[in-house]
């Protein structure tokens, strides 16, 4: 099983980045899949979720109207549109799978995203 998140780097505020999440291992079209963040110092917190048919989506208020959440079953990835990014968005981005029904979960080792000019 891996799930291997690319795309960080650094960017100016008000820019954009995307992130992807490639799964492997698993039924991907099973699980529900979430993007969580962690800046230094801080706790993780959860910033997007999306369903398993990508159906229903749901964001952290911070992110909001800025960030996207999207996937395709096919290609076994999930992606994380960020625009207008703040310095505050600085984190590493994890992705995580969890199974619609068992909630059996995996997590990826994280990409590094900053914000600064």
């Known amino acids: 099983v891996q799930l291997v998140e690319s795309g960080g780097g650094l960017v100016q505020p008000g820019g954009s980045l995307t992130l992807s999440c490639a799964a492997s291992g698993f039924t991907f079209s099973n699980y529900r899949m979430r993007w969580y963040r962690q800046a230094p110092g801080k706790e993780r917190e959860w910033v997007a979720t999306i369903t398993s048919t990508g159906g229903l989506k749901n964001y952290a208020d911070s992110v909001k109207g800025r960030f996207t959440i999207s996937r395709d079953n096919a290609k076994n990835t999930v992606y994380l549109q960020m625009n207008s990014l703040e310095p505050e968005d600085t984190a590493v981005y994890y992705c995580?799978?969890?199974?619609?029904?068992?909630?059996?979960?995996?997590w990826g080792q994280g990409t590094q995203v900053t914000v600064s000019s």
């Open positions: 995580n799978a969890e199974h619609r029904i068992n909630r059996q979960g995996y």
